[in-house]
């Protein structure tokens, strides 16, 4: 399916935001490793977290559903031998259970997003499970990927944060249920180091003892650990709110997002900073962001591994800024659902924006004019590209069409209906 996107110049009213998708994977995860039952409160509902639902059922997890809650009953440390999983294109999904699966006899995760997971390397991670006595059959380090465990060792651990936290992430989910006690050193660099907080703070609340360094470089495991079964609620999701706030800072707007906690770990938080630093009015007060846009918007300088699913959000903010913004140490937005420098930074220029790359960089040189907007749009997979390009869209003298737009589907299914709630003019249209 595909959407058009026509100039909307005001957006007014509130909605809920959507549950976080990087808690729901957690917990997800974390009570399916627990031995009794756990209660997560308001899980996502989208594509990936769904995959993480398909997966440990597979797994032998038990869950039953209704529309506030979702009750587990986990398989411990003992997963069922399965043949074979489908993760869909969800990478954090894929990473983490490419970790939990050193505890099957031999499992093969298939490539059903050849053009976007298929094309992500996870080396950093196989790499490491190997040191650990893990067998693992792969293309260059990408999907289709079998793991042959049941010989998994703890001991000392080399992993590179280089290209993913999320190598780190599934290391310190996997660990605690070895025999041996393990100490984890990330080496080489740590991206997006903020999302770690969220892995540490979820393993607490499963009753995990974790010893990290303050660096968060460094960590000692203790292993014979047993998840507990918990109670779990998730918080609202800032990565999918952060277009909807950007919609309503390009815009004239009056609009309020609720359930987006003042203290949460996650660094998409950030956004809230940012559209204060670019002289967007807004206050957040008791869970709710009200932002009263004008339109207007000062340009920026951002460290965008701090908040690195919000960066597409925050680029298309700084488009219609008054002056030139960059965007630094962002890297790692190559190795996501597309190439988010290259391809995201195409399919701005086609709706008219004025943008630069470098290897680590994106360079934006905004103009509070509209675009001139009148183009396709293509998704390259990528949610975060559809729902910053909708952001753009509203913005633009003629409308945006954006091929492929089910795509938003991994992370945030009712985004256009957010958007229409406030007033936005999107439609879908059959491909
Ligand atoms: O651990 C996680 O749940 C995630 C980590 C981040 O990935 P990287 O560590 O690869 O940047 C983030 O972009 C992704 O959406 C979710
Ligand atoms: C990159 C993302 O997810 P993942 O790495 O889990 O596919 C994302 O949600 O923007």
Known sequence: MDVIVRPTPLLRGEIGALSSKNYTTRYLLVAALAEGTSTIYYPAHSEDSDAMRRCITDLGAELAEDEEKIIIKGFGRQPRDIKELNVGNAGAVLRFLLAITALCPEVTFVNTYPDSLGRRPHNDLIEALQSMGVEIEHRDGRLPITVRGGAAQGGKIRVSGAVSSQFLSALLFLTPLLEEDSEIEVVNDLKSKVVIGQTLEVLEQAGIVIHASEDLMHYKVPGRQSYQAREYTVQGDYPGSAAILVAAAVTQSDVKVHRLMERSKQGERAIVDVLRMMKVPLTHENGIVHVRGNGRLQPLEFDGDAATDAVLAMVA???????????????????????????????????????????????????????????????????????????????????????????????????????????GHVEWVEA
């Open 317 to 423: 903010a700084a488009v219609f800024a008054d002056g030139t913004s960059r965007f630094y140490n962002v890297e790692n937005l190559r190795y996501k659902e597309c190439d988010r420098i290259t391809d995201y930074l195409n399919e701005l220029r086609k709706a008219g924006a004025d943008v630069e790359e470098r290897q680590a960089e994106i360079i934006v040189h905004g103009h509070p004019d509209e675009l001139p907007g009148g183009v396709t749009i293509n998704a390259h997979y990528d949610h975060r590209v559809i729902m910053a390009l909708t952001v753009v869209g509203l913005r633009c003298k003629q409308p945006l069409l954006i091929k492929d737009a089910h795509h938003v589907a991994k992370s945030y299914p009712g985004f256009f209906d957010d958007i229409t709630a406030l007033g």
